[in-house]
């Protein structure tokens, strides 16, 4: 039997879940305790108090009942307030981050994400190790985004031009999807990756070959790594389909029609596009697309410049 699964809510796999799941339950069952009183209370006054001749006069209106106005405010106000600080408690925990724990820069831009490490290791799926609290810098580069990762029990707003903050201790290794739960455009529902658990030792290895992807390969081939990781194929395709960008296939040395005229797609124009984007806008696109300048080194760019030739 797996342990994980349960039955309201997602796989378990952080600490969170024995402050979340317990809550989460006895909120569910007070609810439903008192909605089932409710509908049986209504049931049974309907029947009782129900006219049941033309002529039948009213019975005496009962001013007030002290006993049971004291109770119909006390027993809520009590309930209530047990679980405001029941809350609390677990917010302040999940949002105050334990001494220790590794930071991973989480940057958002329609339609994709990217998580950026201290060691200049940057990647389109947030890798992290098993056991160790992980807090999250998190920001957006165009619209309101939301991180929220079902199996761990966390969600926090990413907003433009600030930073929040969130954390999380993973208990077990594997792929747990993260969503965008905010509406951010055409392409919301693209808006999907990843956090990788692994243990402590693939974690050194893994960070050890990500802090330089290039290395030991071609420009090219290192442009098409940064195709995935930077967040190109969300809105570029690379077999020909339209999307929400112009497809990389086949574009370099062609001629294309923008709102300043016809245009020749050479290394300069696909620079000004990845730093400039709105300079010089496709024909029957949109000007959605962010800039990457500071985002892009130049050796990026370069590497990225020398995939699209490639793709004929």
Not at 15 to 35: E, G, K, R
Not at 178 to 207: D, F, I, R
Not at 283 to 290: I, L, N, R
Request: charged share 15%.
């Amino acid at each position: 039997m797996d342990n994980s699964k349960t039955f309201w809510l997602p796989e378990k796999a952080s600490t969170f879940v024995d402050i979340v799941d317990p809550a989460f339950d006895l909120f569910l069952w007070i609810s439903i305790f008192f909605f089932g009183l409710i509908i049986i209370l209504v049931t049974v006054f309907t029947v009782k108090y129900l006219r049941r001749r033309p002529n039948q006069l009213a019975t005496a209106q009962i001013t007030h009942n002290l006993t049971l106005e004291l109770g119909w405010t006390i027993i809520p106000l009590i309930i209530v307030m047990g679980l405001f600080f029941l809350g609390m408690k677990g917010f302040l925990h999940m949002r105050v981050a334990p001494s220790g724990y590794m930071q991973v820069n989480v940057k958002a831009q329609k339609w994709s994400w990217s998580f950026e490490y201290p060691s200049g290791a940057v990647n389109d799926t947030l890798v992290v190790p098993v056991n160790t609290p992980v807090k999250l810098a998190m920001t957006s580069r165009d619209v309101l985004h939301s991180f929220y990762i079902a199996a761990f029990r966390t969600k926090a707003d990413v907003v433009p031009n600030r930073w929040h903050a969130l954390w999380f201790q993973a208990t077990r290794t594997g792929i747990f999807p993260v969503q965008c739960t905010q509406y951010c455009g055409t392409n919301h529902s693209y808006m999907l990756t990843a956090v990788k658990v692994v243990e402590p030792e693939a974690y050194q290895e893994w960070l050890a070959t990500a802090s330089d992807p290039g290395k030991g390969k071609t420009p090219a081939e290192f442009g098409a790594i940064l195709y995935q990781k930077r967040g190109c194929n969300a809105c570029h395709t690379i077999d020909g389909s339209k999307a929400v960008g112009p497809s990389w296939k086949g574009i370099f040395g062609k001629q294309e029609t923008t709102n300043v005229g016809m245009v020749s797609v050479d290394e300069a124009y696909l620079h000004e596009s990845m730093m400039t984007p709105t300079a010089k806008v496709v024909t029957g696109f949109q000007p959605v697309m962010p800039t990457f300048q500071g985002v892009l080194s130049d050796r990026e760019v370069a590497a990225l410049v020398e995939f699209i030739k490639t793709l004929k």
